[in-house]
């Protein structure tokens, strides 16, 4: 167990829909990372947050937005959902960004839109 | 920004072989290049990291090299065994904001 804490564990929708993934951070850290794996593909880096502010931004669609919240959460909206949105979405989260504290993963969220 | 680049993409291995993984980064201000593993369905898990003042780091079975000057590190997996076999992916911290991964390698250990 990384800690780091996911919801939902599945989630399936249909297209045009708008979903949202939670991410609780491990105890104690502030930076949260947002990414999307794709069937074969690898960890694609979305975007970034520490200590409530955007940090960094990746290859993240305008359809898609985050925040983190005062009590360090984030979430992740996915809205006019494609077949191509189809993936599993990782949370990660690091004491704080840059330093090469090890970032550490939660179990993810498989989205599958049908 | 950074670029990563993971070869091979599939590795199959017997066992007690070595596996090496090789991988290059196009932002020489990177500075941390940590490996995970990750198992079918799983999150991906930190196995061996090494920081650009290190040249080289060792944990048991697995190691890892850093080449700064050509901007390339590997992981050495020796002795492999079954339970080796997963997707290993290399990554580097770009310019102190997030780990920008290589694609993957899967790795398959047969006894």
């Known amino acids: 167990d990384s800690g780091v804490t996911q919801t939902p564990k599945h989630l399936i929708t249909a297209t045009g829909q708008r979903v949202t993934l939670r991410c609780s951070p491990r105890?104690?850290?502030?930076?949260v990372y947002w990414y999307q794996q794709s069937l074969d593909q690898g960890l694609q880096f979305l975007i970034q947050?520490?200590?409530?502010?955007?940090?960094a931004k990746g290859n993240i669609l305008e359809r898609f937005s985050a925040q983190q919240f005062p009590d360090l959460h984030s979430e992740l909206n996915l809205s006019s959902l494609e077949l191509g949105d189809s993936a599993l979405y990782f949370c990660a989260s690091s004491v704080v960004p840059g330093s090469g504290n090890t970032i550490y993963f939660g179990e993810g969220s498989w989205l599958t839109v049908v | 920004g950074e670029n990563v680049e993971q070869h091979p993409s599939t590795l199959s291995v017997q066992e007690g072989d070595s596996a090496v993984i090789k991988c290059t980064y196009s932002d020489s201000a990177s500075n941390y290049f940590p490996w995970y593993k990750q198992e079918l369905g799983k999150r991906p898990q930190l196995i061996i990291d090494i920081r650009s003042n290190v040249g080289e780091k060792k944990d048991q079975r697995i190691a890892v090299t850093l080449n700064k000057t050509a901007k390339h590190f590997s992981l050495h997996i020796t002795e492999t065994q079954p339970e080796d076999s997963a997707v290993y992916f290399c990554?580097?911290?770009?310019?102190?904001?997030?780990?920008?991964f290589g694609k993957g390698t899967t790795l398959s250990v047969s006894s």
């Open positions: 990554a580097a911290l770009q310019a102190g904001t997030a780990l920008i």
């Open positions: 105890s104690g850290d502030l930076s």
């Open positions: 947050y520490y200590n409530g502010e955007e940090r």
